[in-house]
């Protein structure tokens, strides 16, 4: 592979719900590498106990550890689907980090968070070009839903490449610049060999709209409002908060920040400079001294995680606020699927306390941060790429962009899955291998992969439930005292009002009486027993076969 120009996905190709985007771009010489984002996803009910998962980076390891070189991690901007892995993989990596000032100071605290002082991070300007071995690197301003979002153009012996990150077309963003028109269309006259697109948006016509019209919305709503006002949003859309402050300023209303996100985004918003002047904040307790018509707080929790502050004000065991009837919340974001239950039964609680709740539906106070069809018609026209390589979304979505890019003209396009090796140099374009992918999973300070026995034993104890028990055997196989039984997650009694305790410890006890001394000196043939008399008298009763650990313990 030393003298062709290579296109990895590890992760953000074709996932169902797992864009944890992550490319490897290179080696056009000396098996140099350059890696694009580190991402992560979410747990969910089917990974117990894991709260993120990453891409499988264990390809590129093996490359490494054969001579290979990661000359650098480049970001494209700051959500967590794009530099969430980065402080978990980092330590196996060992490159530098490069990223713009907002970007970086979320990562350097991500990197602090696992215990990693003083990470490699170069802090780049907007539309830095630089060098990292034979790749010439260049920052192209975009916009999205959240500071600093980068496109970055990649300038090889073999032809350039642009890698959109995610974006949109916003003429009149709240912070930042708007597209830099400039350098898309100077790239363009060089010729780009590919572009490597965010496919999010590609059902949806038309374009997704611009942040002014939100923010000019979001006054006109919160100036009606009468008694307390709550909104949520994604937190790392430091443009909508803005938007909030400013309408809740021109509402004479004090600002609160309620949830630890919503504290980190606002604190890294005013270090690196993005915070406008004349936003302030006031604390909880302040807050709470204030008549309902002159504060708005503005909270974590749009997607109805259990544990964030709005979901604590809707159960009404948040320790700084309290909402009830005459009070109003705005949900000013999407409903990201697989939410859909959980941001339902919030708003329901919600509701159920009087309050009332405002979302997208009812009024436009969200847009989207991804490129819709008009918007995927204006990039392609202005690149003028030989291939399209449409990635950040399910298989569906990136088929469809490939037709789009086909149908706009476009000569050729290559729909990745993870893993898939794409050549787009020397000779045409293509994929011509298939390379292992997959999965990490973040438990605790330990890093699982894909399919570890772990997940599925969990998951088990999650439907099943476990009883163990303690069998204590003196030095003639006697038992020494009564077995002790344990029960956790199995329930208390039976459809006859028959509680599962006793049964189970009679069983138990039945069991070892009726077990022959000679095999009650092998632990294997009392463990055999008291699993037997447990599921047969569970099975009819229940009809589950729940875990079942038996401790001897011999003296």
Not at 71 to 90: F, N, Q, R, S, Y
Not at 226 to 232: C, E, L, N, P
Not at 309 to 320: C, G, S, T
Not at 544 to 555: F, S
Request: aromatic share 4%.
């Amino acid at each position: 592979m030393q003298n062709e120009f290579i296109f990895l996905p590890l992760g953000g190709s074709g996932e169902i719900g797992m864009n944890m985007n992550m490319f490897a771009i290179g080696p056009p010489e000396k098996r140099q590498w350059i890696m694009i984002d580190c991402g992560v996803t979410f747990g969910g009910l089917d990974t117990p106990g894991i709260d993120l998962i990453t891409p499988d980076h264990g390809y590129l390891l093996d490359d490494l550890d054969e001579g290979g070189d990661l000359l650098g991690i480049v970001l494209t901007h700051g959500h967590e689907d794009h530099i969430g892995a980065v402080a978990h993989l980092w330590p196996d990596l060992e490159c530098d980090i490069y990223a713009t000032a907002f970007t970086a100071e979320l990562v350097r605290r991500k990197f602090l968070d696992v215990g990693i002082d003083n990470p490699p991070i170069k802090v780049l300007d907007m539309s830095a070009r630089f060098q990292l071995g034979p790749f010439d690197l260049e920052y192209i301003t975009l916009t999205h839903s959240i500071p600093e979002p980068n496109a970055i153009a990649i300038r090889t012996e073999f032809g350039n490449v642009l890698h959109t990150g995610d974006w949109k077309i916003d003429p009149s963003p709240v912070l930042g610049d708007v597209t830099d028109r400039t350098r898309l269309d100077a790239l363009a006259a060089e010729g780009v060999l590919a572009m490597v697109c965010d496919s999010t948006n590609v059902f949806s016509e038309g374009r997704s709209g611009s942040e002014k019209g939100v923010a000019e919305t979001l006054a006109h709503v919160i100036a009606q409002q009468k008694g307390r006002v709550a909104v949520t949003t994604f937190a790392s859309n430091v443009s909508r908060l803005v938007s909030v402050c400013r309408a809740a300023n021109a509402a004479g209303r004090d600002i609160c920040l309620l949830g630890r996100s919503m504290l980190r985004m606002i604190d890294v918003a005013r270090l690196v400079g993005l915070l406008p002047d004349g936003i302030s904040f006031i604390e909880p307790h302040q807050a709470g001294y204030l008549p309902k018509d002159k504060v708005l707080y503005l909270c974590t929790g749009s997607q109805g995680e259990d544990r964030a502050a709005l979901a604590r004000i809707a159960r009404d065991d948040h320790p700084e606020l309290s909402l009830e009837e005459g009070d109003t919340v705005l949900f000013s974001s999407k409903i990201i699927p697989g939410n859909e239950k959980s941001i339902y039964e919030l708003m329901n609680n919600l509701t159920d306390r009087g309050v009332r709740v405002i979302d997208e539906s009812e009024a436009h106070i969200h847009v989207s941060g991804h490129p819709c069809r008009d918007e995927l018609r204006d990039m392609y026209a202005w690149v003028k790429p030989e291939v399209s390589v449409p990635v950040h979304g399910e298989a569906r979505h990136l088929a469809e962009h490939g037709e789009l890019a086909l149908s706009l003209g476009i000569p050729k396009a290559i729909v990745p899955k993870n893993g898939d090796m794409i050549r787009f140099a020397p000779g045409a374009p293509e994929i011509i291998d298939h390379v292992p992918s997959g999965r990490l999973y973040v438990d605790g300070k330990i890093l699982l992969p894909q399919g570890d026995g772990v997940i599925r034993a969990r998951r088990r104890l999650a439907e099943e439930g476990m009883i163990v028990v303690a069998v204590a055997i003196d030095g003639k196989s006697r038992l020494i005292a009564e077995p002790e039984v344990l029960l956790r997650g199995v329930p208390v009694e039976d459809n006859e009002g028959d509680e599962l305790q006793p049964i189970v410890e009679s069983a138990v006890n039945d069991a070892l009486d009726r077990l022959p001394r000679a095999k009650m000196g092998s632990n294997r043939d009392i463990e055999m027993a008291v699993r037997r008399a447990i599921r047969t008298e569970l099975m009819p009763r229940w009809g589950k076969r729940t875990d079942i650990a038996v401790i001897v313990l011999r003296g």
